[in-house]
C-alpha cells in the first residue's frame, strides 16, 4: 500500500497495489493490519456505509460531536472531490482543510481521523461512495457545518448550483457551531 500525507496533519491518501491481467483486476481495499501500520490507528471499524450521488451533490460538512467518528473513504463507482476538515479547537490545523479526488479507477481511499468534519462533492454523472467508519452513528450526536462557509473557504469544483439535503443547507458555520475541544 502506498500512502500519501495531505496538508493537514493525520489526514492520509491511502492507494492499494492493484494486481491486473488479462481477466481484469485485484486489490485488498482493506487490511486491518497494514491500515494501523500506515495509519498508527490501532482501534477497529464497526459500520460500512454507501451512498449514491448524482453529479452536484454536496454531502456534509458532516461530524460527530460525541463519539467522533474516524471514517476510511472509497469510491466503487464514479468519481468525487473528498474534503476533511480539522475541527479540533486545540489543533494548530484548526478550521483548516483538504480536498482529495478519488474515483474508481484510481482506487485510493482517504482516511479522515475522528475529529475531522467530513463532506463530498459528485464530480461524475453519479457516484457510488463507501465509508468504513470507528464508531456507530448516533443522531442525537450529529452535527454538519455549512459547506459553504467562508471562513474555511472549501475550494469546491461546482458545475452550478450544488444539490444539498436542507440540513446541510440550514447548518452553522464553524463561528456558530458546537466543536470539539
Same mark, same amino acid.
Given at each position: ?29 482493506? !487490511? ?9 490507528? *490501532? ?5 460500512? !456505509? ?68 467530513? &463532506? ?28 459553504? *462557509? ?10 452550478? &448550483?450544488?444539490?444539498?439535503? *436542507? ?9 456558530? &457551531?458546537?466543536?470539539?475541544?
Amino acid at each position: 500500500m502506498k500512502i500519501e500525507t495531505t496538508s493537514l496533519e493525520g489526514v492520509l491518501v491511502l492507494e492499494p497495489k492493484v494486481f491486473a491481467d488479462a481477466r481484469g483486476h485485484f486489490f485488498e481495499s482493506f !487490511n486491518a493490519r497494514a491500515f494501523r501500520d500506515a495509519t498508527g490507528f *490501532d482501534g477497529h471499524f464497526v459500520q460500512d !456505509n454507501q451512498s449514491r450521488s448524482v453529479r452536484n451533490v454536496l454531502r456534509g460538512i458532516h461530524y460527530q460531536l460525541v463519539r467522533p467518528q474516524g471514517k476510511l473513504v472509497r469510491v466503487a463507482a464514479g468519481r468525487i472531490l473528498d474534503v476533511a476538515v480539522d475541527l479540533r479547537r486545540s489543533s494548530r490545523q484548526f478550521g483548516r482543510w483538504v480536498g482529495v479526488e478519488l474515483s474508481a479507477e484510481d482506487r485510493r481511499q482517504l482516511w479522515v481521523p475522528p475529529g475531522f468534519g467530513h &463532506a463530498f462533492l459528485v464530480l461524475s454523472d453519479s457516484a457510488d461512495v463507501l465509508y468504513k467508519t470507528t464508531d456507530y452513528w448516533y443522531g442525537q450526536h450529529d452535527r454538519a457545518l455549512l459547506w459553504s *462557509d467562508p471562513s474555511i473557504g472549501i475550494g469546491w469544483p461546482l458545475a452550478g &448550483a450544488p444539490i444539498v439535503s *436542507d440540513k446541510d443547507a440550514a447548518a452553522p458555520t464553524l463561528e456558530r &457551531a458546537e466543536l470539539f475541544d
